[in-house]
């Protein structure tokens, strides 16, 4: 981020001093699209960055805003985002991150102070700024050897902003995008439990009506609650609000369906709803294609080698343990599968399984059990009724009910 070569001190004033007068008058006007552009600090735009060169050869910036009638009221603003870009074009993102959450500060008291709604878009983008700002500043930190902290001053910036959003008033619709802000950061500092209070106040407090909020902000809110009650194996609820996500969610940006579709699918497959391949091909899911055909061909072999090959991603995304109890459909798929085999031989004995058959079966895919080991499976599967029957101790055979022996998930997760 070297300065801009060849820039006259005269250049430079005439740049300030054109900001300032773009920001006085975006305020003056309500401007909130000028007044967000005008903040956007890691747009890198062409104007911000020859501004940046502007500050630093023009050292006196500060004379400017103060002895001005129209830029002295929002001195602690300008002054110190003047100073955050300034740090930010040499690149020193700790000091950035300093300055530009002093004038977002300095943002929220005057924001307060007006009465309409009318800068919510600039307040969205300080939002944004304050977050990336901090993850880059603390990329900064990590690789220099200490410790990364303003991620977190970040989160506490960003509650003390809900906090002025959660009122009555129009301003309250701005409460949502701030929350999806909360929660970029939550998830990454790993902190995901202090969602819950941030939820309870969007869900419970009287104030809020979910419908009046943009709905940009809805699917992005579904989105991450939904990965919520992933975590939690609230299956029912994560279907249900990562649903909500995709049927919502623009369709021309890809990119945010594929993220939807990275958490819907274990989910899906956990209640029994296997995608089709076509959705996988499309939205660059390949990782999930052998899962999905381990489950169809009640292949154990194929889940394991599929969740060993993409153990890191599956990790990463927080599924693994979700995908790893899929087992027990594939061991259900497996049972059926001989069932129907022993149907086609002989339909008046295929209900009665012998657990040697199964042990043969389960040897056929390279997977070494005896029969005491396929005996714990089936009973496993029984109680948790994915099979119907009853054990035969003495022969070793599992006696299927001659009615839906193998009771379809429809939607619920298996029984915990």
Not at 35 to 44: D, G, P, Q, V, Y
Not at 162 to 189: D, H, I, M, S
Not at 202 to 228: N, Q, S
Not at 290 to 306: I, K
Request: glycine letters at 4%; a positive charge; hydrophobic letters at 40%.
């Amino acid at each position: 981020m070297a300065a801009y070569p060849g820039m006259s001190m005269g250049e430079a004033h005439r740049r300030i001093t054109e900001y300032l007068n773009r920001f006085s008058d975006a305020v003056s006007n309500q401007d909130a699209a000028s007044l967000r552009f005008l903040l956007s600090l890691s747009s890198n735009s062409p104007f911000l960055l020859s501004l940046a060169d502007a500050l630093n050869i023009f050292q006196d910036s500060g004379r400017l805003i103060k002895h001005s009638d129209h830029y002295s009221q929002y001195s602690d603003i300008l002054f110190n985002l003047f100073r955050s870009l300034q740090t930010y074009r040499l690149g020193n993102l700790f000091d950035s991150y300093q300055a530009f959450e002093k004038s977002a500060n300095a943002f929220i008291q005057e924001f307060r102070n007006w009465e309409s709604a009318w800068a919510l878009e600039a307040l969205y983008a300080l939002a944004y700024e304050i977050r990336v700002l901090a993850e880059r500043a603390d990329r900064d930190l990590a690789s220099n050897g200490k410790s990364p902290e303003k991620l977190k001053a970040a989160g506490s910036f960003l509650m003390k902003v809900f906090g002025v959003l959660a009122g009555k008033g129009p301003k309250r619709v701005g409460a949502l995008y701030v929350t999806c802000q909360l929660f970029k950061v939550y998830f990454k500092l790993g902190t995901v439990h202090l969602c819950r209070s941030v939820i309870r106040s969007i869900e419970t407090a009287r104030i809020f009506d979910f419908e009046e909020f943009p709905k940009r902000d809805k699917v992005t809110y579904m989105y991450y609650t939904g990965r919520l009650e992933v975590f939690n194996e609230n299956f029912p609820a994560a279907d249900n609000k990562l649903s909500y996500a995709l049927t919502h969610c623009n369709p021309r940006r890809e990119a945010n369906i594929r993220m939807i579709l990275k958490y819907l699918i274990p989910v899906k497959l956990s209640i029994g709803i296997l995608p089709k391949d076509w959705l996988l091909e499309k939205y660059n899911l390949v990782e999930y294609r052998d899962v999905v055909q381990a489950l169809r061909r009640g292949d154990l072999r194929l889940l394991r080698r599929a969740l060993q090959e993409h153990e890191d991603r599956f990790l990463r995304s927080g599924v693994f343990l979700v995908l790893e109890k899929l087992e027990l459909q594939v061991y259900q798929r497996l049972v059926k599968k001989i069932y129907i085999i022993q149907k086609q031989k002989d339909p008046t004995k295929a209900h009665q399984v012998k657990l040697e058959v199964i042990v043969k079966a389960l040897k056929w895919l390279e997977m070494d059990m005896d029969v005491d080991e396929v005996e714990c499976i089936m009973s496993i599967l029984i109680y948790k009724n994915l099979v119907k029957g009853y054990f035969a101790h003495k022969s070793k055979v599992v006696v299927l009910s001659k009615q839906d022996p193998f009771p379809k998930l429809n939607g619920k997760p298996v029984n915990s």
